[in-house]
């Protein structure tokens, strides 16, 4: 059964565009959940969807945004771009459920500048 | 605020030797427990999980981890750490026991294992 899958793998913006991030989950998943990696923060939880609908939301700003579409696929969006917004996100997906085992992507390394 | 301890930054360790990773979490209610290891150049991978009974559960590869409720701790332990166990180690406990997708994670600790 094929991984998580994140597109693109590496990706370089400058301050104030904005840019969107891609998700694949296992297959039969319906469960996508978002995390930002950065060496200060560690990892932290950025919103989660289940069905087509956000169902947890950590503490981040609105420019951060995602949706799920019909295949459990996920985007997540980031607008205006700031410097301390490079970092890697990663994509976690899970079949859901009371025991919510995830099972993380390989991230997307962004860059801004 | 829910939050997850990593006591140690950065271990080193020689091959062979045991191993015992802190990790404590602010929380008294149910919780679901996690270990993740993540090797240089890859992606986070699911090393051990406890959501209810034996508070001793093991993992892949020879890990395992002990629940301690009265603690809420949630230790990693190796008897015998090997080279190809150098890695970062994250913690994560999902708050309230599942049905929600968010992990709240530790900082991390950083396993260098000298052959």
């Known amino acids: 059964k094929a991984g998580v899958t994140q597109t693109p793998r590496y990706l370089i913006k400058t301050r104030g565009q904005q840019v969107t991030l891609s998700c694949s989950p296992i297959s039969g998943h319906r469960s996508v959940s978002w995390y930002q990696q950065t060496p200060g923060q560690g990892l932290q939880f950025l919103f989660e969807y289940f069905s087509e609908t956000q169902r947890n939301k950590g503490n981040f700003p609105g420019r951060f945004s995602g949706r799920q579409f019909s295949n459990s696929r996920s985007e997540m969006n980031v607008s205006t771009l700031e410097l301390g917004d490079s970092a890697l996100y990663l994509c976690a997906s899970s079949i859901s459920g009371d025991t919510y085992e995830q099972y993380f992507g390989p991230g997307t390394r962004l860059t801004v500048t | 605020a829910q939050s997850v301890s990593q006591h140690n930054h950065h271990v080193i360790l020689s091959e062979a030797a045991s191993l015992e990773l802190g990790c404590n979490y602010s929380y008294g209610g149910t919780v679901n427990l996690f270990w993740y290891v993540q090797y240089p150049g890859q992606h986070l991978q699911l090393l051990l999980k406890?959501?209810?009974?034996?508070?001793l559960v093991k993992g892949i590869k020879g890990f395992e981890a002990e629940f301690i409720k009265s603690k809420f701790s949630f230790n990693l332990r190796k008897p015998s750490v090997q080279w190809s166990d150098t890695a970062e180690y994250f913690c994560a406990v999902n708050f309230g026991g599942g049905s929600q997708g968010n992990l709240i994670f530790g900082k991390g600790t950083k396993l260098s294992v000298k052959p």
């Open positions: 406890y959501f209810s009974g034996d508070p």
